[in-house]
């Protein structure tokens, strides 16, 4: 690996991640097992977003989860500010929770129906600080509640009483409670309408720029990764075979894969979308078939395999 | 008198009207009273015309087709208005059995999620035999052959061996493949898809879409394509309609919606999206709606979208504006609004 400059230190490192799952076994003959992810590597820079693409069953929420240790590598490391977070005990690990969230695709799912809003996102106060006063606790969840955008006074109320983007800021003022400065948001833009995704993008990048929050954002909106993102990752069958600048992957896109990935996304605007449309008709649609490790191509730029650098 | 022939009729001229939806109304009896979903909904297609339906969830984009093809459940949904005309035949008014006939037969659909429509216990060729033999009358023999013409068509490898595979051995895409060959199965004249590739893979929309493109020069199928993606509207359709709270706001050829926007509901779906033009290092603040569609159990006695539009005047508050032609835009650009867009835009560009 690159050295990097010190300013540059990465928030998140990971390295050579792996996460296989068993297959089942018969008549204890030796299983075999699922390759969800596959050396993976990866750094997060502080304040950074890093956009993680590719179709489903491609290992990216898989990614999220193990990064978090929701869902734990089978292998690799993953440094958060220089500590392997596999080799913290339990309760370092809860310490460091503080530091790292999640910010999930379905808000409703992630709220407890039964559960005021307003308890709902105290909960990380009473876990982590349980000396905080109630007073400042109901102070605190007033603040967070306004500062994603939704009315305090709205703390005794329940997720039903809410719309989808409601919920998600809701999910997102917990996740901000404890000020992380990391947050992996998988597809969070995903189950809300067009006119409600704005508001929500429009939110991580101003608490982004005031909190200087590093994002790992996982999406298969193609166009809105290029917009909020430094940089894109994009995976194939577990594996990155192309990480880069957004504007250089979107614009230079080197392995076949991301190409064939790019050049399905529609344009909304009829004239351009019609010509995309005759050309894409025109494309090989085999897939590549091989990944090898990632090798720099330009500054910054990573290609799996060289024979399409 | 002189009488002024509105630009439709010429079109209707040129090709004959298949489908005319007139004042369709839905309401869903809930314990909170009536939410009513559909609110007048009246338009007409083509015969091969592609519609591009836009919207968000509430719309009653989704619902509206459901209805007009007797799929909602009743109770709780009510018809409370209006008429569906399909080859001049009122749907509504037919009764299930002359329905069912229509349904998969001369109007084929593929809704979004194919594995819930599809049966998981039934092989793939049962599925896609059941219509042929019902709508087309083909003996078992007959049928079968042609459920592995239409795997075929739908470019599904090794037809002929995955006839006799259950959905579940099917991938994503191959599944909504399948729906696909069973919704063209009887060479429907109307093909209305729901959200069909939203659950897909972007690679494999691409290909679905592709497929369906296709087809149409082929069979020379309308189309209704149902969807909240913009970019999917701008390559497909002929003309779009966007849905809002159960009410047509704007609709229109497709060109002259994305580049002349009447609605300001329209407008504001557009600059919402990111604009890449200048590359991410010269985007701007994505453009947000502010608030959230109405409640339509207390539906608001005016323009549905006027808690959330800056351009709202005190007529839009309180009294629904008609879908008309608008002013100065292309023969057949239909918009629902008090207000006059491109002069308040072109005010605030002058302000500026």
Known sequence: MRPEPADRYPLLSVRNLRKHYPLRSWWGGKGSVFRAVEDVSF??????????????????????????????????????????????????????????????QDPYAALNPRMSIGDYVA???????????????????????????????????????????????ICIARAIALKPSFIVADEPIAALDVSI?????????????????????????????????????????GRVVELAEADALYEDPRHPYTRRLLSAVPVPNPVEERARLRAASLLPTADPDATGGLVEVAPGHWVADTRYA | ????????????????????????????????????????????????????????????????????????????GRITGGQVLFEGRDLLALPERALRTVRGGQIGFVFQDPMSSLNPGMTVAAQIIEPLRIHLGLDGRAARARARDLLDLVRIPQAGARLDQYPHEFSGGQRQRVMIAIGLSCRPKLLIADEATTALDVTVQAEIIALV??????????????????????????????????????????????????????????RSLPDLSRGRAGRRRLHQIEGAPPDMRYPPPGDPFAARNVYATARCLAEAPPLVQAPGAAPGHLVAAWYDLPARLAAEEAAR
């Open chain 2, 213 to 270: 493109q296709e087809l149409k020069r082929e069979i020379g199928m309308a189309i209704v394509w149902i969807t909240h993606d913009l970019g999917v509207v701008a390559g497909i359709a002929d003309t779009v309609q966007v849905m809002y709270a159960g009410r047509i706001l704007e609709r229109g050829p497709v060109d002259d919606i994305f580049r002349d926007p009447r609605s300001a509901y329209t407008l504001g779906l557009l």
């Open chain 2, 1 to 76: 008198m002189v009488r002024e022939a509105p630009a439709q009729e010429d079109s209707a001229q040129a090709k004959p009207i298949l489908l005319d939806v007139r004042d369709l109304a839905v309401a869903f009896d809930s314990e909170g009273g009536a939410v009513h979903a559909v609110n007048g909904v009246s338009y007409t297609l083509a015969e091969g015309e592609t519609l591009g339906i836009v919207g968000e969830s509430g719309s009653g984009k989704s619902v509206h087709v459901l209805a007009m093809l007797g799929l909602i459940p009743r109770p709780p």
């Open chain 1, 123 to 169: 909960e990380p106060f009473r876990l982590h600080r349980p000396g905080m006063a109630r007073a400042e606790r109901r102070d605190e969840v007033e603040g967070l509640l306004a500062r994603v955008g939704l009315d305090p006074r709205f703390a005794q109320r329940y997720p039903h009483q809410f719309s989808g983007g409601q919920r998600q800021r």
């Open chain 1, 197 to 237: 995704q704005a508001q929500v993008v429009n939110l991580l990048q101003d608490l982004q720029d005031e909190l200087g929050i590093s994002y790992l954002f996982i999406s298969h909106d193609l166009r809105m990764v290029r917009y909020l993102c430094q940089r894109v990752a994009v995976l194939w069958h």
């Open chain 1, 43 to 104: 750094d997060i820079r502080p304040g950074e977003t890093l956009g993680l693409v590719g179709e489903s069953g491609s290992g990216k929420s898989t990614i999220g989860r193990a990064v978090t240790m929701l869902n734990p590598p089978s292998a690799g490391t993953v440094a958060f500010e220089g500590t392997d977070l596999a080799k913290l005990s339990a309760g370092e690990m809860r310490r460091m929770r503080a530091r790292i969230q999640m910010v999930f």
